[in-house]
């Protein structure tokens, strides 16, 4: 049996500049059809497919990014490099000098746009999270897929929450603390307050049940079948331009933030999500995440000889 990991072409969702081309491409398409699933509202977002938040790429979008930012001058945004992880290169911006500040120090440096065609993405920061004892927070969920087309996809309910270990703040004077603002383990365990006993960790099971004491099990189940709607139309997305090995198969890693009014945001999707363990529950699920993996994908009917 021959069985490869990667989709040759995955990048079209992991790539943080391909997965919003592509999501947006995929609005359009269904928005031009009539389809229901592409409307609007008053504010002109769309009610069923506002999973992104507004984002531009950069250098190619500046004067649309420029343009949208005036009308909000005292939003935040976040820059990051369309195909760096593990939190490298990321930082917020307040203020259009910023970042044309950032443009003047960049052709100084190896990641220049203009000279090795690096495409930063930019995106409204999400300044509401929901926040569990002060802190912020974010999904790392797992996601198996065996085939495109058709669509054959598996989310595994074992997923994570990853905590900043400072309380969040967004003053000015903490814009640049990413101990405060990204939740990535590979930042926040430099940091002092780091704990190596829980990683700065809660199982997906833990924040729901917390979710449903301080919310209700209506709003906790609405969030969570949110979520599923989101993973799903993401890979709905790019499922007409992956290229579909029928030999292949892949487990993303989806990252997803949640503001205090319970709606998920999508951050990015990882291709090879870190199965490194930090603490001793770490290690069990992700052994019982691969434990699955295997036995899907090697299942009859899963991945062809």
């Given at each position: 049996?021959?069985i490869?990991?990667?989709?040759?072409?995955?990048?079209?969702?992991?790539?943080k500049d391909?997965?919003v081309?592509?999501?947006?491409r995929?609005r359009?398409d269904?928005?031009?059809?009539?389809?229901?699933?592409?409307?609007?509202?008053?504010?002109?977002?769309?009610?069923?497919?506002?999973?992104?938040?507004?984002t531009?790429?950069l250098?190619?979008?500046?004067?649309?990014?420029?343009?949208?930012f005036?009308?909000?001058?005292?939003?935040?945004?976040?820059m990051k490099?369309?195909?760096?992880?593990?939190?490298?290169g990321?930082?917020?911006i307040?203020?259009?000098?910023?970042?044309k500040?950032?443009?003047?120090?960049s052709?100084?440096?190896?990641?220049?746009?203009?000279s090795?065609?690096?495409t930063y993405?930019?995106?409204?920061?999400?300044?509401?999270?929901?926040?569990?004892?002060?802190k912020?927070f974010?999904?790392?969920?797992?996601?198996?897929?065996?085939s495109?087309r058709?669509l054959?996809?598996?989310?595994?309910?074992?997923?994570?929450?990853?905590?900043?270990t400072?309380?969040?703040?967004t003053s000015?004077?903490?814009l640049?603390?990413?101990?405060?603002h990204?939740t990535?383990?590979?930042?926040?365990?430099?940091?002092?307050?780091?704990?190596?006993i829980?990683g700065g960790?809660?199982?997906v099971q833990?924040?729901?049940?917390?979710?449903?004491?301080c919310?209700g099990?209506?709003v906790t189940?609405k969030?969570?079948?949110?979520?599923t709607?989101?993973?799903?139309?993401?890979?709905?997305?790019?499922?007409?331009?992956?290229v579909?090995?029928?030999h292949?198969?892949?487990?993303?890693?989806y990252?997803?933030?949640i503001?205090?009014?319970?709606?998920?945001?999508?951050?990015?999707?990882?291709?090879?999500p870190s199965?490194?363990s930090?603490?001793a529950?770490d290690r069990?699920?992700?052994y019982?995440?691969?434990d699955?993996?295997?036995?899907?994908?090697?299942?009859p009917?899963?991945?062809?000889?």
């Amino acid at each position: 049996m021959r069985i490869i990991n990667h989709f040759p072409n995955h990048y079209e969702l992991t790539r943080k500049d391909l997965m919003v081309k592509n999501l947006k491409r995929y609005r359009r398409d269904l928005e031009r059809d009539g389809n229901p699933l592409a409307e609007k509202g008053p504010n002109g977002r769309y009610l069923y497919l506002d999973s992104i938040p507004t984002t531009f790429m950069l250098p190619s979008d500046y004067n649309m990014f420029v343009e949208e930012f005036r009308k909000n001058p005292s939003s935040t945004w976040i820059m990051k490099p369309g195909g760096k992880s593990q939190g490298v290169g990321i930082f917020l911006i307040n203020k259009l000098s910023q970042l044309k500040k950032w443009s003047r120090d960049s052709k100084t440096h190896t990641f220049n746009p203009a000279s090795v065609k690096e495409t930063y993405v930019i995106s409204r920061y999400i300044d509401d999270p929901l926040l569990i004892g002060g802190k912020k927070f974010d999904l790392r969920i797992f996601v198996l897929v065996t085939s495109y087309r058709p669509l054959k996809a598996y989310m595994y309910k074992h997923g994570f929450c990853r905590f900043c270990t400072l309380k969040y703040d967004t003053s000015v004077e903490e814009l640049d603390n990413m101990f405060v603002h990204l939740t990535n383990v590979a930042i926040q365990k430099q940091g002092e307050e780091y704990n190596g006993i829980h990683g700065g960790k809660w199982s997906v099971q833990n924040l729901r049940l917390y979710l449903e004491g301080c919310r209700g099990k209506y709003v906790t189940n609405k969030l969570f079948d949110d979520m599923t709607w989101l993973v799903v139309h993401s890979l709905k997305a790019v499922a007409p331009i992956i290229v579909n090995d029928r030999h292949c198969y892949e487990c993303y890693g989806y990252d997803i933030i949640i503001d205090k009014n319970l709606k998920p945001w999508l951050i990015e999707v990882n291709a090879s999500p870190s199965l490194t363990s930090t603490t001793a529950n770490d290690r069990i699920l992700k052994y019982k995440l691969i434990d699955h993996v295997i036995d899907i994908v090697l299942a009859p009917g899963g991945i062809p000889e």
